[in-house]
């Protein structure tokens, strides 16, 4: 199991993380819709946890593939809190674009 880890080279992984990165990081900046940022906060997480894997699985320690669970734990609260907000928003404004929540403010 060890040698079919190394036989992707560790660049790509690093390349690939950084692409999926990137666009998670476009999709925060450009999108209006709350659904679409969520998924592109979770893409962000899910980068950050592919490069964990696969540092911890070439240096062969564990430590960075049990942080992965950390950083699930914390991605899966940051998602129930943000779509509890959601709904909350939704029925005050009957929309989830982002630029109506000027109407929220005094």
């Known amino acids: 199991m060890h040698d079919i880890i190394h036989t992707i080279p560790l660049g790509w992984y690093i390349y690939l993380s950084a692409v999926l990165f ?3 990081v476009m999709g925060v900046l450009l999108r209006r819709n ?3 940022i969520f998924m592109s906060i979770e893409l962000m997480l899910n980068a950050v946890n592919l490069l964990f894997t696969a540092f911890s699985a070439y240096s062969g320690n564990p ?3 049990v942080f ?6 914390v991605a899966a609260a940051e998602i129930a809190v943000g779509l509890a907000i959601l709904v ?3 029925r005050n404004i009957r929309s989830i674009d982002i630029n109506e929540l ?3 403010k005094w």
Do not use: D, E, R, S
Not at 68 to 73: D, S
């Open 68 to 73: 992965v669970f950390f950083v699930m734990v």
């Open 102 to 104: 000027n109407k929220l």
């Open 88 to 90: 909350m928003i939704y």
């Open 22 to 24: 990137c666009i998670g």
């Open 34 to 36: 709350v659904i679409v």
């Open 63 to 65: 430590a960075g593939q």
